[in-house]
């Protein structure tokens, strides 16, 4: 038999879905996975399907840091430092995205998928970008408040 909690189980993932898809980096981290997954199409239609690998890495790490911020995971395995591991993911696919991106455009001539394809990644590596972006302000900000003085002594 089925287990009566299991409905309030789904039912719980979904709110925390609506309610993260609704914040600033649940926005950003869905419209990578969804650009992602339009450059990925069109990397395939292309003649050249090699440069879909970065599409591809890309979005499943986008998938992963989006489950484990919905689920606040972060805030219970405290191994890994998930604030910086979003810096360098974020960093790191900008700079992949704009630079594949712009071999596919500069290089597509005749293949209407591939230039395609470079034009959404240059739009996701600008977004990657954004994304490195505002976590390195929330990086700045949380030093700033933690460096303050709390010596008591006058």
């Avoid at 239609?45 to 489950?67: D, K, Q």
């Amino acid at each position: 038999m089925a287990d009566p909690g299991d409905s309030s189980t789904g039912a719980n993932c979904l709110e925390k879905l609506k309610s993260y898809v609704r914040t600033q980096k649940g926005v950003i981290l869905a419209a990578e996975i969804s650009i992602s997954l339009i450059i990925l199409i069109c990397y395939a239609a292309s003649l050249y399907g090699g440069y879909s690998a970065v599409a591809i890495c890309e979005m499943i790490f986008a998938m992963v840091f989006f489950g484990i911020f919905m689920m606040e995971l972060d805030k219970q395995i405290q191994v890994v430092n998930w604030v910086w591991s979003d810096l360098f993911r974020a960093g790191i696919g900008a700079v992949l995205y704009l630079i594949t991106s712009l071999i596919c455009v500069i290089g597509g001539a005749g293949d209407g998928a591939r230039i395609a394809g470079g034009v959404f990644g240059l739009i996701a590596g600008l977004l990657f970008a954004h994304d490195t972006y505002t976590i390195f302000m929330q990086i700045k900000s949380t030093r700033q408040h933690t460096a303050a003085s709390t010596d008591d002594r006058v």
